[in-house]
């Protein structure tokens, strides 16, 4: 299959699922925190971000293994394959053991973090239900790697998302049931066990080969990948999961569900509008790692989808939270100012928008050269989230994101990809970036004014009327955007070309 169907098929099914999951999620949030309680929730969120640093080595290896894998399986050198999947096997099952011990040291002493709603002993026994599937993990991992790295995701990916969807499914019955908070537990243990279980057969099926043992069993290549991936991964970590562990310290579980339910909202959000980027481009990786290509019209082509959609989410999620998460919370208590909102749209645009120079990094792995910006990044993240959240609570650790993004992130990312892949000045980067962030600084000025003007008094009168004013701001502002842009750019233009006729080839096909 082509790396054009690839990039179809990956994004209809991801971005099904990104836009199915957080509709189910936000009646599971809201059924979760008025059974169980807002520090319960609180809890569970805290935890869960604990568990991200523990389980730090999966997404790292995944990128370090991928890497390694684009050129033998585009040459179909199997053995050098094999050699590379058994070195990184054993640096699974090595690193999944001091996992499940770390699990087992942390769960003993996160108790003393802050005011548990549970016993000593229930929240340690929470903690290890939630932490222990991922060290198992670890123990099933390598397979699914190789076959996310031959461009055939899709082939697993239908049935990871079919899981979640269901997990959510359960969740919803569970508490509809007004069931034990363990069976939640439960539900989420199974939901990591059973997709990477399925996984693993599914990529096994596909390289049966993968069982035979290498010619060389001293492959030491993954290590030292792994091992810059793995500061890259702690630099993401830091920036994007320790917000709920500093407010539980700062300020209790309670204020930590209110926090991580906006995060929640605009998490999800955010990684709808991040799959449809990543989800067409992860196919394009080795076209960003050979030289011989002309890859730079596609990049642009994917920057300014990105900025598109990101724009419209970003927009629209600053203009309408104020209003839309008391009403589904049914809380004052989580009211959201108008200033956490606009950071929060800043921080969804920024992420979006990195992504196509993220991939092109990655694919050349000039993650290798960038690991001191990804430590300064965490270390800047960290420390002003620790100021600013006892100087303005809620504010100071949305700020904190938004300032290591802009100031540090932006400051390097961009100059090492044009510099190394496209041979160009990073100048062009950054005036294209002035450019879409002052279109959506504008639209959103705009859609602001039209809210408060003409929908936000009838958004008022019931959960039906919200809704029906959101969506009618949306497509607004979808409709506006997508004018501006089509006239504007022309690589813009180009995209959906390319989309229209791969649409059209299957028509074809079809008929």
Request: with cysteine; aromatic share 14%.
């Amino acid at each position: 299959m082509s790396r054009t169907k690839h990039s179809f098929y990956n994004f209809l099914v991801s971005t099904i699922a990104a836009l199915v999951l957080p509709l189910i999620g936000f009646v599971k949030v809201r059924l979760f925190v008025s059974l169980y309680g807002s520090a319960v929730n609180g809890l569970q969120l805290t935890i869960a971000q604990v568990i991200t640093f523990l389980n730090i080595c999966e997404l790292a290896y995944s990128l370090a293994f991928r890497q390694l894998l684009y050129k033998p399986l585009a040459e179909n050198d199997r053995e050098e394959v094999k050699n590379i999947y058994h070195g990184a096997v054993k640096i699974f099952r090595l690193t999944g053991t001091v996992c499940l011990i770390l699990s087992l040291i942390t769960a003993l002493i996160f108790p003393s973090l802050a005011v548990s709603p549970f016993s000593y002993w229930e929240t340690v026994g929470t903690f290890l239900l939630l932490a222990m599937p991922y060290g198992i993990s670890y123990f099933l991992f390598g397979p699914n790697f190789v076959i996310m790295a031959d461009q055939k995701e899709y082939r697993i990916n239908f049935w990871i998302q079919l899981i979640s969807i269901m997990r959510m499914v359960f969740m919803v019955i569970a508490i509809l049931l007004k069931m034990p908070f363990v069976v939640i537990l439960v539900i989420e243990a199974l939901n990591i066990l059973c997709a990477n279980t399925l996984s693993r057969f599914i990529a096994l099926r596909e390289y049966p080969w993968l069982k035979e043992e290498p010619q060389n069993k001293e492959d030491h290549s993954f290590q030292k990948k792994a091992g810059y991936a793995m500061i890259q991964r702690l630099s993401e970590l830091a920036t994007t999961q320790t917000d709920n562990i500093v407010i539980s310290g700062f300020m209790g579980y309670v204020m930590s569900s209110v926090y991580g339910t906006y995060s929640y909202l605009t998490d999800n959000i955010g990684k709808i509008t991040q799959t449809m980027v990543q989800s067409p481009m992860n196919s394009f990786g080795n076209l960003f790692n050979d030289r011989t290509a002309d890859s730079y019209p596609v990049f642009t082509e994917f920057f300014n989808f990105a900025t598109y959609v990101s724009t419209i989410v970003a927009c629209t999620i600053v203009v309408v939270m104020p209003q839309f998460v008391p009403v589904w919370m049914n809380d004052p208590l989580y009211t959201a100012s108008m200033s956490v909102c606009f950071f929060f749209g800043l921080n969804i645009f920024y992420m979006t928008m990195r992504q196509p120079v993220i991939i092109a990094r990655d694919a050349n792995g000039l993650y290798v050269n960038a690991k001191n910006n990804a430590w300064l990044l965490a270390v800047v993240k960290i420390v002003l989230s620790v100021i600013l959240v006892q100087k303005l609570g809620l504010l100071g650790v949305v700020l904190a994101t938004t300032i290591a993004y802009w100031a540090v992130d932006f400051s390097y990312n961009p100059v090492l990809v044009y510099r190394n892949v496209f041979h160009l000045p990073a100048r062009d980067y950054y005036i294209m970036v002035a450019s879409r962030l002052l279109l959506a600084l504008g639209i959103g000025t705009a859609g602001y004014l039209f809210w408060n003007q003409f929908l936000a008094s009838y958004a008022m009168s019931g959960r039906f009327a919200l809704i029906l004013s959101i969506l009618i701001l949306a497509a607004i502002i979808t409709v506006v955007t997508t004018a501006i842009y089509w006239a504007a750019y022309r690589s813009f233009r180009h995209l959906y070309v390319r989309l229209a006729e791969i649409i059209r080839r299957r028509r074809n096909r079809n008929a």
